[in-house]
């Protein structure tokens, strides 16, 4: 019996020391919420009101109602391209800073209800709404609190106003709303007064009517401006920030919104916005201005494959129809990245590393393409590599590298090398944060293996790597 007892005892302590234990989360880490936002990548902005009848970028909120009047009007269509196009979410300008209201916001006389359009009972986020929700796309709204035309800005009762038209657009008339976008642009209302908002008041009517809401500004709390509008993060981009000195409209370093802050207390992910053309609204005269298919995948490589989201505008025309040329812009752009990363050239690879956590946490968990399995090392091992012995000799030049942010962003730094045939280690490439996700562009480079070497604050905790070949793109 006593024999037993001892052969039992050793075979559990065998089991323990070769399975792994999970890491503990490392710092600040993501609401679930903010993983899923992030795990959409690639969402598409619309603004669309007066201003696309008027060829303004800003209106005056002197407009008249009427000037909005779209004529074709087709949010199914805006879908449909949007879902082609791989959009997992849309966000519509539901009021600029003009003030106009593409619903009958009941504390506003400057709304679609005022307008000849659809004789005064057009809503433009019901129809959205619902196209969205009949073809599984995701909802959210631009309500910018800069209000040019509503005579109480810049009072004190103004604030309660716009809590109040939140309320109208998130208390559920419209679904669920992934994201809820908010504009620091601060200036002068019809009285000559400029407001000073309550961004207390503002964040917690959308946590209390929609919970799992994302809400970006310059400061959050769900996601970060990234601090131009080019569509571009920079080479070291942390999730991570601290929000003490800023606010919405109001950022002393804007540099900080690029790169966040390594340890920062807050987990605010950057997302980054542009146009497929020159301006916001559509404009007839810009036709021939739409972004071309490199310059969008140039985008695509600085922003989901530098730890951001990006996000797109397309902005519907006269008609209320996505225009045709941008329209086919979106398909080519699409087809463009079908093509790129249709064939993970790692797969077939054998994964080994120079330490782990033990079963469960091996490096082959890199290549099993579960997004919640993972490779990670022993507590305090800062210093790591993955290597990957690929299924013969494969060509590349695109290292796309994740970590699992549920458990916080650990890298700090890391260095691609392949191995050529001649037996010999080459850097190819290397790089600073990594994040959700990290898109290397390298040479195209011919090899039979390939090592990553990662130097993190913590343990690293690496969900996949893939390696991929663009034929496409020109970094010229």
């Known amino acids: 019996m006593k024999h037993n007892t001892f ?48 060829s303004a970028e ?94 109480r800005y810049g009072t004190d009762e103004y604030n309660g106003v716009f809590r109040r038209a939140l309320e109208s657009v998130l208390g559920g008339t419209y679904g669920q709303i992934f994201e809820q976008w908010f504009d620091g642009a601060c200036g002068e209302g019809p009285n ?45 981009c942390w999730s991570t920030i601290d929000t003490t000195g800023l606010a919405p ?28 053309r020159p301006g916001w609204f559509w404009k007839e005269s810009e036709n021939s201005s739409v972004k071309t298919i490199n310059q969008l995948l140039s985008i695509y490589y600085t922003s989901v494959g530098s730890n951001s989201l990006m996000l797109l505008n397309v902005p519907p025309d006269t008609r209320g129809r996505i225009h045709e040329i941008d329209s086919v812009r979106l398909m080519e752009f699409r087809a463009a990245l079908d093509e790129i990363f249709s064939e993970d050239l790692a797969s077939g690879a054998k994964a080994c590393s120079s330490d782990d956590r033990g079963r469960g946490f091996r490096a082959e968990n890199v290549l099993d393409g ?9 507590d305090g091992v800062t210093e790591a590599s993955l290597t990957l012995e690929l299924d013969g000799a494969r060509t590349f030049n695109r290292v796309q590298v994740q970590e699992y942010i549920p458990l916080g962003q650990r890298v700090e730094s890391f260095s691609v090398e392949a191995r050529m045939a001649d037996g010999s280690w080459q850097k190819v490439a290397d790089g600073t944060t990594i994040g959700y996700k990290r898109i290397l562009l390298t040479e195209k480079v011919t090899a039979e293996a390939l090592r990553i070497n990662f130097s993190a604050a913590a343990c690293p905790v690496i969900n996949s790597v893939s390696l991929y070949l663009d034929n496409i793109f020109d970094q010229q």
């Open 370 to 378: 579960n997004y919640d399995s993972y490779w990670a090392c022993p």
């Open 58 to 151: 800003w209106g005056t909120g002197e407009e008249s109602e009427d000037t909005f009047n779209p004529t074709e009007l087709d949010c199914s269509q805006w879908v449909a391209v949007a879902k082609a196009a791989g959009f997992k979410g849309m966000i519509i300008t539901a009021k600029h800073h003009d003030g106009f209201c593409l619903w009958p916001n009941p504390e506003s006389t400057h709304t679609v209800a005022q307008s000849n359009w659809r004789d005064g009972k057009g809503d433009v986020l019901r129809e959205l709404s619902s196209a969205c929700a009949d073809q599984g796309m995701k909802f959210g709204v631009y309500i910018s609190p800069w209000d040019r035309n509503d005579p």
């Open 249 to 276: 409209g109001k950022v002393p370093d804007i540099s900080v919104l690029g790169t966040g802050l390594k340890g920062g207390s807050c987990w605010i992910p950057a997302e980054c916005d542009v146009s497929i």
């Open 192 to 236: 000559g007064k400029v407001q000073v908002y309550d961004w207390s008041l503002f964040h917690g009517t959308v946590r209390e009517l929609q919970p799992q809401a994302v809400m970006f500004s310059d400061a959050g709390p769900g996601c970060r401006w990234v601090g131009n509008e080019r569509g571009y993060a920079p080479e070291t």
């Open 7 to 54: 052969v039992l005892a050793a075979s559990l302590s065998a089991l323990v020391s070769c399975t792994g234990v999970a890491p503990e989360p490392f710092g600040t880490v993501p609401a679930d919420f903010q993983v899923e936002w992030q795990k959409m990548e690639t969402n598409m902005f619309l603004h669309f009101g007066p201003n696309t009848f008027t």
